[in-house]
């Protein structure tokens, strides 16, 4: 699969010098070897979270760091408010139900972002919510919710923020302190361009307050001990230590290109797909498009499950479909991370291609 090009939003494709990397040796992680690899790394972690806030490495997929998010900061029979506006917005509700706490869902029209109006009244109407729950960048449907406006509302209360940056950290703009986010989530396998195994999450003042009340049942995702750990630059486990070492190259690039240039290349590159997409005379499906995926309406007649599978199968092109209410009806690509003009310039001479050799077998095209 040398060269097949992937174009999902996580997975994202890997650096080959990060690969090379993540290959030597093992080494051990009691060591101050490894210490000042994640010393290094976390500190650098705090420039792409763009908080002063510590920010703790779990060894999990991205959900592992959402669920840390529920059991140290609340208590059975909470309230919180979850916005939904997608498969990700879902699994906050689901969470919330797994821990005892009472979820009230503010569902959101798929293609939309959140309005914040609604978030301010429903807070407003219960003053016992505990806390807000969103994504940065719902991935299944290619939404930018603001998150800027959300946290201007949510921090005049004693709820906390939750923002799920899973795909939208390091792609999509957050500025967790700038902007008063309390707990920021996000995993490895997306815009920071490493294998899947990481997760990560931010924790503001007001958020390590409500830490020292919460009494849900924890025990590997007990975020004190983690706290306790990186005094030391220790870890409460063994961490996905080799992940940890190629992550900590991936920072050392992001942040000798700074912030700034990382948003304006995935902003360029999301225009960039934008318009590939129109011009293959696909609809563009996200009515507050993000910059770390973009989604599109496949053509009338066109079964979008039939051609991510051909793409993929036959073509050497991975891009993601619909999910959901959405299955077959959509495609998604991702411009975040590693993925460069040239990969999707590619990709999407691919896709020409296919869509005509669709339409040639399609009567109702
Ligand atoms: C990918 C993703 C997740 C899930 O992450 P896992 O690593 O699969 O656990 C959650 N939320 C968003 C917005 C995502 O993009």
């Not at 957050?174 to 490493?194: P, Y």
């Not at 390590?208 to 983690?226: E, F, H, I, N, V």
């Amino acid at each position: 699969m040398k060269n097949h090009i992937l174009l999902t939003p996580g997975p994202t494709p890997v650096p080959e010098s990060i690969r090379t990397l993540m290959a030597e040796p093992i080494i051990h992680h009691r060591t101050p070897q490894y210490q000042r690899i994640f010393e290094s790394a976390t500190k650098k972690l705090q420039t792409v979270f763009m908080t002063k806030q510590p920010v703790y490495t779990i060894t999990g997929s991205g959900t592992s760091a959402m669920e840390a998010a529920i059991v140290n900061f609340h208590c059975a029979g909470d309230e919180i408010l979850v916005v939904d506006g997608g498969k990700f917005g879902e699994r906050f509700t689901e969470l919330a139900h797994a821990f005892g706490l009472k979820p009230t869902v503010l569902k959101v029209t798929w293609s939309e972002a959140v309005k914040p109006a609604d978030v301010e009244a429903a807070l407003r109407a219960n003053p016992n919510l505990k806390s807000v729950c969103c994504q940065l960048t719902e991935t299944s449907t290619a939404v930018l919710h603001d998150i800027r406006a959300l946290a201007k509302i949510v921090s005049g209360t004693h709820a906390l923020l939750i923002v799920d940056a899973i795909s939208g950290l390091g792609a999509d703009r957050l500025e967790t302190d700038a902007w008063g986010v309390d707990l920021v989530v996000s995993g490895s396998q997306k815009a920071l361009m490493l294998p899947p195994g990481l997760a990560f999450i931010s924790v503001s003042e007001k958020a390590k307050q409500r830490m020292a009340s919460s009494t849900l049942p924890k025990y590997y995702l007990d975020l004190k001990l983690y706290a306790k750990g990186l005094k030391d630059w220790d870890t409460p486990w063994t961490p996905a230590l080799t992940i940890e070492i190629g992550l900590n190259r991936v920072l050392e690039t992001i942040e000798a290109q700074g912030m700034e240039k990382v948003f304006s290349q995935c902003e360029a590159l999301a225009k960039f797909t934008r318009s590939e997409l129109e011009a293959l005379g696909l609809k563009l499906y996200s009515k507050a498009p993000s910059n770390a995926l973009t989604a599109a309406y496949v053509p009338d007649g066109i079964d979008g499950e039939k051609l991510a599978k051909i793409l993929r199968d036959e073509k050497g092109v991975t891009v993601a479909g619909g999910q959901g209410p959405l299955k077959g009806k959509i495609i998604r690509i991702a411009h975040m991370g590693a993925i460069t003009r040239t990969d999707l310039e590619a990709g999407f001479a691919v896709i020409k291609k296919t869509l005509q050799e669709m339409r040639q077998t399609c009567s109702a095209c």
